[in-house]
């Protein structure tokens, strides 16, 4: 990452005022680390990072555009996708060392890519959430049925519980796999583009619903978003990402600069107090 104007590899982590890791209930919340980091799928690398870092208990935004490799170094923390080499630890435990079973108590992971027969009904998919808490053969048990009622509530699902998949809506879809991520239960959550497919009330209320899970359970959240304004918003952290670098990282007021959006997105903009971005022209 020697070309990245700003590295966050020789800092201390950022200190965002009314963060959660600056309160109590953030005690347990884990730090997720990933460190020389060589990422792909065939030959060519798709992400290159010497340092990665999504603090306890704290809302880290990935932003890019289209191809910088967002989606990918997201994969590979979440322990998705074997980074060629450098490694990925949770609270200091390599997550490639971790039984499934194992990392997903304390890890979520909702991807862009999610499929599931048409006939299962929202209750039922948000119910299979709770698998990492269910010995084999198990039935749900008292905490399982009311972490899932918690889940489909907090996703704003409750209307169409008995639904099934394919009678909804692609943004309806999103928001019942969400609440099935919601159902896990995780100290960590990492979202790859949640608010695709909705409109603006309801990404508003997703991210209104993560900002929730961070403020008032200590949950670290790792979201990636298109719309920098949103994660300037929201986040306590951003990782803007250029050709699979990290280009800047860091609070949202620091980040989010005019030479950023020229440089990183190709955009001509003002940016305000806030930080509130007023976009002009693409360069």
Known sequence: MSDARH?????????????VAESDTAT???TLVGTDLT???????????????????????????NGSGKSTLLKALSGQLAPWTGQVELDGENVYGMGKKALARRLALLSQEHDSPSTTTVEALVQYGRYPHRGFLEGLSADDLAAVDRAIELAGVEQFRHSELGELSGGQKQLAWIAMTLAQDPDL??????????????????????RTLNRERGVTVGIVLHDIAQAARYADNIIALQDGTPYDWGPPADVVTEE??????????????????VPHRPL
């Open 7 to 19: 590295s966050p590899e020789r800092e201390e982590l950022p200190e965002t005022e009314g963060s």
């Open 28 to 30: 347990d919340a884990p």
């Open 260 to 277: 950023l959006l020229a440089a990183v997105f190709g955009v001509d903009a003002t940016v305000r107090e806030g930080p509130e971005i």
């Open 39 to 65: 990422i792909g799928y065939d030959t060519e690398p798709i992400v290159e990072c010497d340092h990665v870092v999504l603090p306890a208990g704290e809302v880290t935004a990935l932003v890019g555009p």
């Open 189 to 210: 959550l990492l979202l790859d583009e949640p608010t695709t497919f909705l409109d603006l009330q309801h990404q508003l209320g997703v991210l209104e619903t993560v």
